[in-house]
């Protein structure tokens, strides 16, 4: 019974964090992660201590009260590690466009002091490699006078963040 635990938690460990990375904090994470902690998480748990309280008595300690026990903290660790990986796996794309950006603006005020505008693309200001985020669609846009940053964050279905050369600081954008 103890392998059969021991095999449990660590599927736990290794299914939480890689579903968890692989949904990377979007929409359908946090709706799996609330489904995940609270709509089954708490139920779970009550039921974790039930059993915990029965198997206290020394005529029931019998292997249902074991599986259910092992089964409990298996859901419990599966579930905390997908919530934590994916929030990790967020932050850390968000993290990488902001350090991008910081980087790029600079060359892109250069460029635009050497040449009186701002370049159509950011093609051959740097050679930083496009975070995450920014593969998908076109992040970066200018008229020449003006640049925008933007990219659509997963967490929000129809939003997402911008940066312009006016402001100079991140917002949310419709």
């Not at 019998?62 to 967020?90: E, I, K, N, P, Q």
């Not at 968000?94 to 005020?109: C, F, H, K, N, Q």
Request: hydrophobic share 45%.
């Amino acid at each position: 019974m103890k392998c059969y635990a021991a095999i449990s938690i660590f599927a736990a460990v290794g299914l939480g964090a890689l579903a968890g990375a692989w949904m990377g904090g979007g929409v359908f994470h946090h709706l799996f992660s609330f489904a995940l902690g609270v709509l089954i998480g708490v139920p779970v748990a009550i039921a974790l201590i039930f059993v915990l309280i029965v198997r206290r008595k020394p005529d029931n300690s019998d292997r249902v009260c074991d599986g259910l026990a092992t089964a409990a903290v298996s859901y419990l660790v599966f579930a905390g590690l997908f919530c934590a990986s994916g929030r990790y796996v967020f932050e850390r794309r968000e993290a990488e466009v902001r350090s991008y950006v910081g980087a790029v603006i600079p060359m892109l005020d250069a460029y635009k002091q050497k040449h009186g505008r701002y370049p159509e693309s950011i093609d051959g200001i740097t050679d930083r490699k496009l975070p995450y985020y920014f593969r998908q669609k076109q992040a970066y846009s200018s008229n020449g006078d003006s640049f925008t940053f933007y990219y659509e964050t997963p967490d929000s279905i129809m939003g997402g963040m911008t940066i312009t050369d006016q402001d100079r600081s991140w917002s949310i954008a419709d």
